[in-house]
């Protein structure tokens, strides 16, 4: 059976080395991290999402700042809160809850962010940025965010030893936010990426051939277990709720790989919930800290 790549406990494990680094920034150069959450509207997900961050904050010692703006807030309103953050030096990192209400103008949003505060790593100077590093190691010279699932993901191969340099790397999705990212960072690892979707011809083959495969196309249970090749890494980064009459709420939570089957094959998997998603935060915490350490080195 496979080992599990617990992301709950890598995830505390980040927050309290993330803590720390914040304290010791603040002692030698008096440089508190802040960050600052914007949340429009009442949407019930946002706000636990929102609650989660406020929470990860405290732990790491982050000051988190939040701005409420009701369902109704207009486009220029949001837009002069973001100009207001960016002009703000005790904020380090801003973070606009997404999705917004329809109304509103996502794009022009996220490119108003000050990309060194875009500690979610979605603007197109990150992106664009991190498209030219030829090492994932020249990440924080380069003054690049990285976007905080696929780092997430990377953390999570790096803290259970998993050998990159050279592996054949499988991701499943094409998304911006997870797998074109994904894809790029394992290459700046020197592994050997093939990137799939739901059309590739001979799918299961291409995955089997795979010595770590990253899940992310959307789609419960996709990725069958007898895809996965002996002693293969699993990444499921699928979040997806199925119906099930045996759990008490009717529903229960799969990624988008088998996960009781392909964990006979795998030698690392991990679970669903409690594998990719508790990086998530972490990784946004650890943006926040880099970005108040070089504030603090300006």
């Known amino acids: 059976m496979a080992q599990i790549i617990d992301g709950k406990a890598v995830s505390e494990q980040l927050k309290a080395e993330i803590g720390a680094a914040v304290l010791k920034l603040k002692e030698e150069t008096g440089v508190q991290a802040g960050l600052a959450v914007i949340l429009v509207g009442e949407d019930p997900a946002s706000q636990v999402y929102v609650k989660n961050k406020g929470i990860s904050c405290k732990q790491c010692n982050i000051n988190s700042i939040e701005h409420r703006l009701p369902a109704d807030a207009k486009q220029e309103d949001l837009m002069a809160l973001i100009d207001k953050l960016n002009n703000d030096p005790a904020i380090h990192g801003i973070l606009c809850q997404l999705p917004l209400p329809k ?158 089957a392909a964990s006979e094959n795998a030698a690392f998997i991990t679970p669903v919930p409690g594998g990719v998603g508790p990086m998530t935060i972490a990784m946004l915490m650890k943006n926040t800290l880099m970005s108040a350490q070089r504030a603090a080195k300006k």
Request: hydrophobic residues 45%; proline residues 4%.
């Open 103 to 260: 109304h509103l103008d996502e794009n022009q949003v996220l490119l108003a962010i000050d990309p060194a505060k875009d500690v979610d790593g979605f603007h197109p100077m990150n992106v664009g940025k991190f498209m030219t590093l030829k090492k994932f190691s020249d990440m924080a010279d380069a003054g690049v965010f990285l976007p905080c699932t696929p780092y997430g993901c990377i953390e999570l191969l790096q803290r259970s030893g998993v050998k990159l340099d050279g592996a054949n790397a499988v991701v499943i999705g094409r998304s911006n936010i997870v797998g074109k990212p994904v894809a790029m960072m394992l290459m700046s690892l020197n592994c050997t990426v093939t990137i799939c979707h739901s059309r590739t011809k001979n799918l299961a083959d291409v995955v089997r051939a795979a010595d770590i495969v990253v899940a992310a196309i959307g789609s419960p249970e996709f990725v069958k277990g007898d895809w996965i090749g002996k002693g293969a890494t699993v990444i499921d980064v699928g979040v997806n709720r199925i119906s099930d009459p045996a759990a008490k709420s009717g529903t229960r939570l799969v990624g988008d790989v088998e996960y009781a």
